[in-house]
T-cell receptor, first 111, second 114 residues
Framework: RKEVEQDPGPFNVPEGATVAFNCTYSNSASQSFFWYRQDCRKEPKLLMSVYSSGNEDGRFTAQLNRASQYISLLIRDSKLSDSATYLCVGAPGGGYNKLIFGAGTRLAVHP | DTGVSQNPRHKITKRGQNVTFRCDPISEHNRLYWYRQTLGQGPEFLTYFQNEAQLEKSRLLSDRFSAERPKGSFSTLEIQRTEQGDSAMYLC????????????FGPGTRLLVL
């Protein structure tokens, strides 16, 4: 079983839709979690960190449930430019050493 | 551009040849990481350095792979006797090295072994 598991998608949604991605992790030692965004044939870029209290950045909301070992990302009012692969990431050392990536969830936003 | 840079961006080689990739981290970043990404998968950790010291190596890093960061600045990743299974994107990332922090990724080197 992979340490970080995601639904690969693809999620095909119209502009303006709300879409939610889920992720589960198996390593209870993971201290920190992140969502990275990766465009086709580009490097991953940090989208946001994930906190137990939940955090929001504009149209994006991330949530961590340590008891269920579950992480979510909600995107509201989807834009065409949101089309990308979203990588769920765990960090056993709090991001201080290695990152453990899920396989990613593909999102395609259409007009 | 003050981001992480990697060279070459693309490399095509024949099976059995040796290849070397270079990564230049963001200046003043003490930590440097190497990851490998295959199609349809997320990046997988290979190794990381704190300054010039290599602190962790993944089981993925077989004895054909070696990474160095001799002066604590740029790093090289060498693959000896390449195999077709080595075909992947090799990503380098760097971070300040002072605590929980963001890892910034370079554009990657895409390797194709024929």
């Amino acid at each position: 079983r992979k340490e970080v598991e995601q639904d690969p998608g693809p999620f095909n949604v119209p502009e303006g839709a709300t879409v939610a991605f889920n992720c589960t992790y198996s390593n209870s030692a993971s201290q920190s979690f992140f969502w990275y965004r990766q465009d086709c044939r580009k490097e991953p870029k940090l989208l946001m960190s994930v906190y137990s209290s939940g955090n929001e950045d504009g149209r994006f909301t991330a949530q961590l449930n340590r008891a269920s070992q579950y992480i979510s990302l909600l995107i509201r009012d989807s834009k065409l430019s949101d089309s990308a692969t979203y990588l769920c990431v765990g960090a056993p050392g709090g991001g201080y050493n290695k990152l453990i990536f899920g396989a990613g969830t593909r999102l395609a936003v259409h007009p | 551009d003050t981001g992480v840079s990697q060279n070459p961006r693309h490399k095509i080689t024949k099976r059995g040849q040796n290849v070397t990739f270079r990564c230049d981290p963001i200046s003043e970043h003490n930590r440097l990481y190497w990851y490998r990404q295959t199609l349809g998968q997320g990046p997988e950790f290979l190794t990381y350095f704190q300054n010039e010291a290599q602190l962790e190596k993944s089981r993925l890093l077989s004895d054909r792979f070696s990474a160095e960061r001799p002066k604590g600045s740029f790093s090289t990743l060498e693959i000896q006797r390449t195999e077709q299974g080595d075909s992947a994107m090799y990503l380098c990332a760097s971070s300040l090295g002072t605590g929980t922090e963001t890892q910034y990724f370079g554009p990657g080197t895409r390797l194709l072994v024929l």
